[in-house]
């Protein structure tokens, strides 16, 4: 029993000592020079040599630009080898031995070739040299990340680190959640930071490694990478929490520099510098910045170059599409981009006029806005229905909305004066026989010189001249008469007319008031040849004097008014009822006024003058001088008229 503890208690401790010194042991032997393993290889092909003598056999061999393995397959053969060769050699070789072994062409072609042996029996296997220990992972490396959370600060010191691990450990050391794409998993990030907040961190590390960082609305940042056409660019004004934009580098040497932020009030704010880039990528690039639903129903050709700061979506993109056969409809937060002749592209709108009348309205749209766009009239509700591109109805609601004011009424007072002066002289001295007449007369009074001598009284006058009968002048038959007469007549006639006419600003206001003459044109027509028939036609042509006026008032923006004033005047001067077509004057002025509201003006007055002279008498002595008094009678009219005009405008609003 005693001889037997004795034997365990050696035993253990020598258990102890091995176990002490193993790891030792283990580190000398990883410490020891490992063979170099072409030297393995050309040991095992010589020990293999004593077994197939083809190995010591010497080759003259002399190959440019051959396959790897072709060469081995001859040599193989030649020397009668049993190689098994990997098809994945495809290796081109040009080399040259003259009187070398096959084991040293072997391994020279292991090592130019980086090839690997296996040996089973005499069967040699050739392959490309797999390092075992290629997939081992490196150690973890210690991430230089600290955080102080007192003020919420990072420091970092990054020399190609992965970025989900330092991700990974910037969420453990802080609790922001922070989303990396796959396409990001394996990428090696670098670089220095010292005492920044982890947004602002996180976007330098964007900067410096070119991926983008995006923040949700929970406060989550997403990293993603670039796409194929996108770079990082810097800006000298960046926007609120935010240092960089995303250019967009076109294949056709264009590029655009898109960003899209949001206001205080949560629209969609883009900043856009585009250089002859495609429309579709920069639509693209804007929508998916600013995370909009749309769909693309046409492919959009062209390019386009703008430059535009804190614009809004809609409008930005607006400016992109006009001018161009595509347009857009928003249909439930959508985005429906395509042809304007689309099927759910075109959009029905109606507007209703609340001033103007739309017949008026619908013709001072510019074609270049209603081009494109179906417009109809719809009188009974005083509107237009617009059928077309949403943009362009828009547009056209702009431009009507700026047109549809108040229209002025103006109410023009208009007097018209006729001052009519007419003077009329008459004398003459007649005389006949007639049982009819009755003698006397008035001498003064109204009617002037109006008296007729019978035949006593002119007898009378005859004995009176023959005094104590000196001569006998005789006497008048019983029905003899003498009529001596002399008038002169003055007229004066004011006429007044007081019409009152309304119209819109920018129409003409008329107004005419006159008379209307007919007279007689007769034809005469002779119908057939054997027996003749005349058929008498006559027509009565009405002549129209009238005078009119026409006032086109234009209202400016102090409340003055400019009138455009015609008066066209015609007048008749020949007798009424005389034969063939009566004569008429006719006075025409045209004058442009300005004056202010409510205030009256006087257009000069139209002066006419006419002349009527008529004589009847015995020939020859009623065209002498004195004598022509005693045989003739005259009559001499002068008539005078003088029109006024005056106007006074009143301007409504109402």
Known sequence: MKSLD???????????????????????????????????????LRQLSVAVPGLKETADVSVSNGSLQ???????????????????LTQHITNYFSDESVVSILVFLARQYNLDFTFVGSIITISPFRDPLANVPPPPKELMVQYNASTGHLTMDLKDDTLINVTKRITRLTGQNIIVLPELSNKKISGYIQDMPVGGALEKLAITNSFKLNSTNDSVFELEPLKENEELVTTENPPPNSNYSIRTISKSSGSSTVQVNNDKAGN??????????????????????????YFVYSDMVGNISANAKNMPFERVLGFILQDSKYTYNVDRGVYMIGDRKDEGIRAMKLIQLQYRSVDSLISVIPPELRQGVEIKEFRELNSFLLSGSQPQMTEIEAFVKQIDKVVPMITLEVILIDITKTRTVSAGLSAGTSDSVAPGGSILGSGGLNFTFGNRDINQFLSNIGLNNTFNLGKVAPSFYVNISALESKNNVDVHQTPK?????????????????????????????????TVVTQQYIPVEANMAIDILPIVSGDDQVTLTITVNITDFTSADGAPGPPETSTSKYKSIIRIRDEEMVLLGGLERTERDETASGIPILSRIPVLKWLFSQRSKTLTKVVSVVFVRPKISYN
Do not use: C, M
């Open 268 to 293: 969609k704010i883009v900043n856009l510098n585009v250089i002859n880039a495609p429309i579709k990528d920069v639509i693209k690039n804007i929508a998916e910045q600013a995370g909009i639903n």
């Open 6 to 44: 004795i034997r365990s208690i050696a035993g253990a401790l020598i258990a102890l000592v091995v176990f002490a010194l193993w790891p030792a042991a283990r580190s000398f032997s990883q410490t020891q020079p490992q063979p170099d393993r072409f030297q393995v290889i050309d040991q095992r």
């Open 501 to 533: 006419l309304s119209t819109l600003n920018g129409h003409t206001a008329s107004l005419s008031i006159g008379s209307t003459r007919y007279y007689t044109n007769q034809t005469q027509n002779v119908l057939g040849s054997l027996s003749t028939q």
């Open 70 to 88: 072709e060469f081995l397959q001859g040599l193989a053969v030649t020397h009668n080898l049993n190689l098994n060769i990997d098809p994945s």
